[in-house]
């Protein structure tokens, strides 16, 4: 994606006398001191255009005076062009966009939550994943990566027999803190004041939530007043595990976020990680990854047909869905030797060539997925029921779209064709043909139907990998060895003694990046996947910010379902689509 | 006296005979059901205990009655205990007065096979399908979840309004046939030669939405909602007295329901004697379970409607149609 381009950095120079802008060919970077921040922001969204709030996140400096910089990153829908505004959180505090972006306010908690940053202005800063009353800031740099060992947890030997010496097996007997039900029960209430009736849980556990979530709903009868979300019961601290880890290590981690969408989280991943290393990847390698992530997509919206269906009480369309879900499994698994969390990609190419007959296996699902599409589209999309069920529920405006930071279907649905594949083309999108489907109204139906488009056109790219792929030799290759940062393929490190030798190397200590800073982002099925690499140099990120398209998509849950009903939440939900290990990470 | 024993054995009989069967065909129907679900829905159903899996309705039986059943601490223990009762009760009752087939007669007694053939058959019949809705509304009061409560409000909701519709939609075939008694509606059918359905049509219609709704069946069941209510107003209940629910709601009701649009629209046992003394029964039968398998099928098909929905339209669309079709006949009639 271009970066905000000279004219415009030049105008901000000429008007902001203090703001100091970088630029490099990775990405621009504009500096403005904690007192002007409000305004220049409200002058890029107002007068430059950069109305679409991308993400917000902090770095921890511990040597620098004021510890903390505040990193803002925001898109320009008409220009197609994004910016990355910082500031130092002179004090430990920073003012609150909540005036300018809604979704800030999630943002502003998770910084809160990780780094204690205070927001000067927000209405309700309260933790986002961690509960009320722990005492630690998680992603500070001085807080350790197994955590404070300081609350004792026995086991069920121990409370049966008592501690014996030496302990009966080898573990460790103070633990890092856990919620207990008391917390928990602070969270709840802090997040909710009841005003009408009665206050629903859904979840932790709920068969509605798709994972664990925790919904609180005041209910009026069946009307819903206000509502809240309680995230962090899937909190693994991705970020943190990433600052001790090496780039190509965190590979694995990114199937565990979005798991349903593996493949997509990785190559979003590897994109950034190539960008930063600098690596070109070979041709075949693109096709590869690209029809990957297609079936990958495919796949995931499949899950989503199933389960919102199945929300709504159509529990055929779940077996029908799983039937041909089953079939890309078995294609993805035959690949890259795992079903859904594959590790399937390399930083510089793939693990693995294809393998034998993928192209065939690919070519059949090809010739049979539309008229598996057709008995969907006959159970479904004229269905009155689905018709009454769907139609103007939750309905987001444009504006909402750019002020809440939606992305990937559910910004489409809107009528907002922002999609990454088009606006800042990864892997091999830019040499494949395909549309982007958008809504009129933006309410659960359109996103439906754009959802059932989009396995159209991500069948379309397939089959122009499939024709690519087959032109291209056998001995093509896949993944790029050249560079001194790209893990050999294993055949090779068995074979020749250079390629153990880097393999080794790399093992032991890891990729050597350039110091610099790295925004890139991927179109995943549930919207747009960044990652935001702080480097400075050497084989680890010093910082790893995971930018989740259904965070941001989720932030505008609790405001569209005011107003409903219970029952209008579950086919909201089922619209939006968040999967909660990328939205806790 | 010797007269009142013999009819009251006669009627004991039936009684056991009519809850052998039904509660056998109850367990039987999950057996069909799952069969046909799973056929719907590209898969086998049970197969595996017995074969074709029949022994299946036999082991989920014992497994549902050794299983532990826990009670809600703060439950409402007698209301959560009626609550069972009364929503099995209604719903056998239902069959007391539904017809199986004509008069015969067994060494010089003559027998109707029916429980008790009385005049007001009809008005037994929405006496006892208003009953079954406190089962619903006890089970959710006395389960104290929020679950249940707002599970069993919206069945109540959907209760009272079909309630209304239901009995507006017989109304017609009442007026045709002149009587209450479910045996004279059906021989009036036989003895003019056509089904009622022919003249009702539309109430024909009207009665199947309501069986749905009364049966808690998709598109109306939002009751049980598993998605947003995890199973609604039995989600506290366990073991066998969960399995009672869901055996009186979806299968025995679903059964009644049918039996009954049969006797009222679809000529009750009348059919070509194929075979011989049996043909009325499965003639009754037959036609009976077509429409109970219209039902399983439409479960397994579509989404499910809204709360608010529903109730707007049967207030709303069913409620003026079923007026609209009473008076028409009540004027055609007059004028015939």
Same mark, same amino acid.
């Given at each position: 994606m271009p970066w905000m381009n000279l004219v415009v950095r030049e105008r901000?120079?000429?008007?902001?006398?203090?703001?100091?802008?970088?630029?490099?060919?990775?990405?621009?970077?504009?500096?403005?001191?904690?007192?002007?921040?409000?305004?220049?922001?409200s002058y890029l969204r107002?007068?430059?255009?950069?109305? =679409?709030?991308?993400?917000?996140?902090?770095?921890?400096?511990?040597? =620098?005076? =004021?510890?903390?910089?505040?990193?803002?990153?925001?898109?320009?829908?008409?220009?197609?062009?994004?910016?990355?505004?910082?500031?130092?959180?002179e004090g430990g505090t920073l003012p609150s966009l909540e005036k300018l972006w809604s979704c800030a306010r999630w943002a502003e908690r998770e910084a809160y939550d990780m780094f204690g940053v205070v927001f000067e202005g927000h209405e309700n800063l309260r933790r986002m994943f961690m509960w009320e009353g722990y005492p630690y800031f998680p992603l500070r740099k001085d807080f350790p990566l197994e955590g404070i060992p300081e609350m004792e947890l026995p086991s069920l030997t121990e409370v049966l027999e008592g501690r014996t010496e030496p302990p009966s097996h080898d573990y460790e007997i103070m633990h890092t803190k856990v919620a207990t039900l008391e917390d928990l029960e602070r969270t709840e209430k802090a997040r909710l004041k009841k005003k009408a009736q009665l206050v629903l849980n859904w979840g932790p556990l709920h068969p509605g939530t798709?994972?664990?979530?925790?919904?609180?709903?005041?209910?009026? *009868?069946?009307? +819903?007043?206000?509502?809240?979300?309680?995230?962090?019961?899937?909190?693994?601290?991705?970020?943190?595990?990433?600052?001790? #880890?090496?780039?190509?290590?965190?590979?694995?981690?990114?199937?565990? /976020?979005?798991?349903?969408?593996?493949?997509?989280?990785?190559?979003?991943?590897?994109?950034?990680?190539?960008?930063?290393?600098?690596?070109?990847?070979?041709?075949?390698? $693109?096709?590869?990854?690209? /029809?990957?992530? @297609?079936?990958?997509?495919?796949?995931? =919206? #499949?899950?989503?047909?199933?389960? !919102?269906?199945?929300?709504? *009480?159509?529990?055929?369309?779940?077996? %029908?869905?799983?039937? @041909? $879900?089953?079939?890309?499994?078995d294609i993805i698994e035959g690949n890259a030797g795992f079903r859904l969390t594959t590790a399937f990609l390399r930083i510089g190419g793939v693990h693995y060539d294809l393998a034998?007959?993928?192209?065939?296996?690919?070519?059949?699902?090809?010739?049979?997925? &539309?008229?598996?599409?057709? @008995?969907?589209?006959q159970l479904l999309t004229r269905n009155?029921?689905?018709?009454? $069920?769907?139609?103007?529920?939750?309905?987001?405006?444009?504006?909402?779209?750019?002020?809440?930071?939606?992305? !990937? &279907?559910?910004?489409?649905?809107?009528?907002?064709? %922002?999609d990454i594949r088009k606006a800042e083309p990864y892997a091999a999108y830019d040499e494949v043909e395909f549309d982007v489907p958008v809504g009129e109204v933006g309410d659960v139906y359109d996103r439906y139907l754009v959802r059932m488009e989009e396995m159209v056109q991500s069948l379309r790219i397939i089959e122009q990998c499939v024709a690519k792929l087959e032109k291209l030799p056998r001995s093509a290759p896949y993944i790029n060895k050249d560079h001194p940062a790209v893990m050999p393929p294993k055949e090779d490190v068995f074979m020749a003694l250079e390629d153990m030798v880097k393999s080794f190397r790399i093992v032991v200590h890891g990729e050597s990046a350039?110091?610099?800073?790295?925004?890139?982002?991927?179109?995943? &099925? $549930? !919207?747009?996947? *960044?990652?935001?690499?702080?480097?400075?140099?050497?084989?680890? &990120?010093?910082?790893?910010?995971?930018?989740? !398209?259904?965070? %941001?998509n989720l932030s505008i849950f609790p405001k569209l379902i005011e107003g409903g009903t219970i029952a209008d939440a579950i086919a909201l939900l089922g619209s939006i689509d968040p999967v909660v290990g990328e939205t806790d990470r | 006296m010797v007269e009142l024993w013999i009819s009251l054995v006669i009627t004991f009989i039936k009684v056991l005979l009519i809850l052998g069967i039904f509660l056998g065909l109850g367990a039987y129907l999950t057996w069909f059901e799952r069969k046909l679900a799973g056929h719907i829905q590209a898969r086998m159903g049970p197969k595996l205990v017995g074969p074709f899996g029949l022994l299946q309705p036999l082991a989920d039986g014992i497994k549902l009655l050794t299983k532990e059943s826990i009670i809600p601490r703060n439950a409402d223990k007698p209301v959560y205990y009626l609550a069972i009762v009364l929503s099995l009760a209604p719903s056998l009752l239902l069959f007391s007065v539904i017809p199986f087939g004509p008069r015969l007669s067994i060494f010089g007694?003559?027998?109707?096979?029916i429980v008790s053939d009385v005049n007001i058959a009809l008005i037994f019949l929405f006496a006892m399908g208003s009953l079954a809705v406190y089962g619903t509304i006890f089970s959710g009061w006395a389960s104290n979840s929020k679950y249940a409560f707002i599970g069993s409000l919206r069945k109540s909701a959907v209760m009272i309004a079909y309630e209304v519709i239901l009995g507006f939609s017989v109304l017609g075939v009442v007026l045709l046939a002149g009587t209450m008694s479910t045996v004279g509606i059906v021989e009036a059918q036989i003895k003019s030669g056509i089904w009622y359905i022919v003249y009702q049509p539309v109430a024909f219609v009207l009665f199947l939405f309501c069986m749905l709704a009364e049966s808690g069946r998709v598109p109306f069941d939002?009751?049980?909602?598993?998605?947003?209510? +995890?199973t609604g107003y039995n989600v506290e209940y366990g073991g066998m007295r969960f399995g009672v629910f869901p055996l009186a709601e979806w299968y025995l009701n679903v059964m009644a329901l049918s039996a009954l649009a049969v006797v009222l629209f679809l000529g009750g046992w009348s059919g070509p004697n194929i075979l011989g003394p049996f043909s009325p029964y499965v003639w009754f039968v037959l036609k009976m379970f077509s429409l109970v398998f219209f039902v399983l099928w439409l479960h397994w098909t579509l989404p499910r409607f809204q709360a608010k929905d529903i109730t707007e339209i049967a207030w709303k669309i069913l409620l003026p149609i079923a007026l609209l079709n009473v008076v028409m006949t009540a004027v055609v009639l007059y004028l015939v």
């Amino acid at each position: 994606m271009p970066w905000m381009n000279l004219v415009v950095r030049e105008r901000v120079k000429s008007i902001f006398k203090d703001a100091n802008v970088q630029s490099d060919s990775k990405s621009v970077r504009i500096e403005v001191p904690k007192a002007k921040l409000l305004e220049f922001l409200s002058y890029l969204r107002q007068k430059e255009g950069y109305r =679409h709030f991308i993400d917000f996140t902090c770095i921890d400096f511990p040597e =620098h005076p =004021h510890r903390f910089q505040g990193v803002y990153i925001l898109y320009n829908p008409e220009e197609n062009e994004r910016v990355i505004v910082k500031t130092w959180a002179e004090g430990g505090t920073l003012p609150s966009l909540e005036k300018l972006w809604s979704c800030a306010r999630w943002a502003e908690r998770e910084a809160y939550d990780m780094f204690g940053v205070v927001f000067e202005g927000h209405e309700n800063l309260r933790r986002m994943f961690m509960w009320e009353g722990y005492p630690y800031f998680p992603l500070r740099k001085d807080f350790p990566l197994e955590g404070i060992p300081e609350m004792e947890l026995p086991s069920l030997t121990e409370v049966l027999e008592g501690r014996t010496e030496p302990p009966s097996h080898d573990y460790e007997i103070m633990h890092t803190k856990v919620a207990t039900l008391e917390d928990l029960e602070r969270t709840e209430k802090a997040r909710l004041k009841k005003k009408a009736q009665l206050v629903l849980n859904w979840g932790p556990l709920h068969p509605g939530t798709h994972g664990t979530i925790w919904f609180l709903f005041d209910l009026d *009868g069946e009307k +819903v007043v206000q509502s809240d979300i309680i995230l962090g019961q899937l909190h693994r601290g991705m970020e943190k595990i990433a600052e001790n #880890l090496y780039y190509f290590q965190f590979l694995p981690y990114t199937d565990r /976020m979005d798991y349903i969408s593996a493949i997509c989280n990785e190559l979003s991943y590897v994109t950034a990680v190539e960008k930063l290393l600098g690596v070109e990847v070979p041709e075949k390698a $693109r096709y590869i990854r690209t /029809m990957f992530a @297609e079936l990958q997509r495919i796949n995931s =919206h #499949l899950l989503w047909l199933g389960t !919102g269906a199945l929300d709504l *009480g159509a529990l055929t369309v779940f077996l %029908y869905a799983f039937r @041909e $879900r089953e079939k890309i499994m078995d294609i993805i698994e035959g690949n890259a030797g795992f079903r859904l969390t594959t590790a399937f990609l390399r930083i510089g190419g793939v693990h693995y060539d294809l393998a034998e007959g993928t192209l065939d296996v690919v070519k059949a699902f090809i010739k049979d997925f &539309p008229n598996r599409l057709k @008995e969907y589209h006959q159970l479904l999309t004229r269905n009155r029921i689905w018709l009454r $069920r769907t139609k103007d529920v939750g309905v987001i405006s444009k504006e909402d779209v750019f002020n809440y930071g939606l992305t !990937g &279907p559910v910004a489409r649905g809107s009528g907002v064709p %922002y999609d990454i594949r088009k606006a800042e083309p990864y892997a091999a999108y830019d040499e494949v043909e395909f549309d982007v489907p958008v809504g009129e109204v933006g309410d659960v139906y359109d996103r439906y139907l754009v959802r059932m488009e989009e396995m159209v056109q991500s069948l379309r790219i397939i089959e122009q990998c499939v024709a690519k792929l087959e032109k291209l030799p056998r001995s093509a290759p896949y993944i790029n060895k050249d560079h001194p940062a790209v893990m050999p393929p294993k055949e090779d490190v068995f074979m020749a003694l250079e390629d153990m030798v880097k393999s080794f190397r790399i093992v032991v200590h890891g990729e050597s990046a350039p110091p610099g800073e790295v925004y890139s982002s991927g179109e995943n &099925p $549930r !919207g747009e996947l *960044g990652f935001y690499i702080y480097s400075k140099g050497g084989s680890r &990120p010093y910082r790893l910010r995971i930018r989740s !398209g259904a965070l %941001y998509n989720l932030s505008i849950f609790p405001k569209l379902i005011e107003g409903g009903t219970i029952a209008d939440a579950i086919a909201l939900l089922g619209s939006i689509d968040p999967v909660v290990g990328e939205t806790d990470r | 006296m010797v007269e009142l024993w013999i009819s009251l054995v006669i009627t004991f009989i039936k009684v056991l005979l009519i809850l052998g069967i039904f509660l056998g065909l109850g367990a039987y129907l999950t057996w069909f059901e799952r069969k046909l679900a799973g056929h719907i829905q590209a898969r086998m159903g049970p197969k595996l205990v017995g074969p074709f899996g029949l022994l299946q309705p036999l082991a989920d039986g014992i497994k549902l009655l050794t299983k532990e059943s826990i009670i809600p601490r703060n439950a409402d223990k007698p209301v959560y205990y009626l609550a069972i009762v009364l929503s099995l009760a209604p719903s056998l009752l239902l069959f007391s007065v539904i017809p199986f087939g004509p008069r015969l007669s067994i060494f010089g007694y003559e027998i109707k096979p029916i429980v008790s053939d009385v005049n007001i058959a009809l008005i037994f019949l929405f006496a006892m399908g208003s009953l079954a809705v406190y089962g619903t509304i006890f089970s959710g009061w006395a389960s104290n979840s929020k679950y249940a409560f707002i599970g069993s409000l919206r069945k109540s909701a959907v209760m009272i309004a079909y309630e209304v519709i239901l009995g507006f939609s017989v109304l017609g075939v009442v007026l045709l046939a002149g009587t209450m008694s479910t045996v004279g509606i059906v021989e009036a059918q036989i003895k003019s030669g056509i089904w009622y359905i022919v003249y009702q049509p539309v109430a024909f219609v009207l009665f199947l939405f309501c069986m749905l709704a009364e049966s808690g069946r998709v598109p109306f069941d939002i009751q049980e909602a598993e998605a947003e209510l +995890v199973t609604g107003y039995n989600v506290e209940y366990g073991g066998m007295r969960f399995g009672v629910f869901p055996l009186a709601e979806w299968y025995l009701n679903v059964m009644a329901l049918s039996a009954l649009a049969v006797v009222l629209f679809l000529g009750g046992w009348s059919g070509p004697n194929i075979l011989g003394p049996f043909s009325p029964y499965v003639w009754f039968v037959l036609k009976m379970f077509s429409l109970v398998f219209f039902v399983l099928w439409l479960h397994w098909t579509l989404p499910r409607f809204q709360a608010k929905d529903i109730t707007e339209i049967a207030w709303k669309i069913l409620l003026p149609i079923a007026l609209l079709n009473v008076v028409m006949t009540a004027v055609v009639l007059y004028l015939v």
